[in-house]
């Protein structure tokens, strides 16, 4: 019952993420780390955990790169089917699900913070590396361009760390009263 449940909060939560993502919003406040850090601690088939987030952000991507970012494109003619910076998110919310799966081996509210603080740093690590190394950075490629990257990223750190960890005790709070809740009103059903 609890996986069946778990896999489809999941797919329903990345529904929602998707459409978090393509509607104005701040910066870096979505619960797409929550969701991958969900995913890590619930799912059974633990391929779906690095698989399931990165399919949301694909096509968020898509809809987000050829509309409201289209801008950001001005290279590339035509529909927008891929970016270098997709390969640093990816990357990042694999990391992710590995960490928190080995963090969330027994899911409480001690776990679940130190799996969304950790996966705030490395998404921060991760995706602002990847603007550094990308071939439309306006950084320079030494460590004093890598050290402005990631000055210039930091105010995008505290939304994300704050979405992160807000996003992530909503969900691990909502799914577990969902469980005691069904599993109260299953037993009560099986005495009647």
């Known amino acids: 019952m609890k996986n069946k449940y778990a896999f489809l909060s999941v ?3 990345l529904v929602l993420a998707a459409v978090n ?4 919003h701040m910066p870096n406040l979505t619960p797409t780390e929550s969701i991958t850090i969900f995913g890590a601690a619930y799912l059974v088939r633990r ?5 399931m987030p990165i399919i949301m952000l694909l096509l968020s991507d898509l ?5 409201t970012q289209r801008g950001f494109f001005t ?7 891929f970016s270098d910076y ?5 990357l990042a919310l694999i990391l992710i699900a590995l960490a928190s799966s080995h963090l969330l081996k027994k899911v409480n509210a001690g776990s679940v913070l130190m799996a969304a603080l950790s996966s705030s740093v490395i998404f921060f690590i991760v995706t602002n590396f990847g603007a550094w190394l990308s071939s439309h950075s306006n950084y320079s490629r030494d460590i004093s361009g ?4 990631y000055t210039a990223a930091w105010p995008f750190f505290i939304p994300s760390l704050i979405s992160t960890v807000l996003f992530s005790s909503v969900i691990f709070t909502a799914f577990e009263a969902f469980l005691r809740y069904s599993r109260k009103n299953t037993l009560i059903s099986a005495d009647i």
């Open 11 to 13: 797919l329903i939560m």
């Open 21 to 24: 993502r393509i509607l104005p």
């Open 86 to 90: 997709m390969i640093y998110t990816a």
């Open 63 to 67: 809809v987000i790169n050829n509309t």
């Open 75 to 81: 290279e590339q003619e035509g529909f927008v089917w």
């Open 47 to 51: 391929y779906l955990a690095y698989l």
């Open 146 to 149: 890598l050290v402005t990257c």
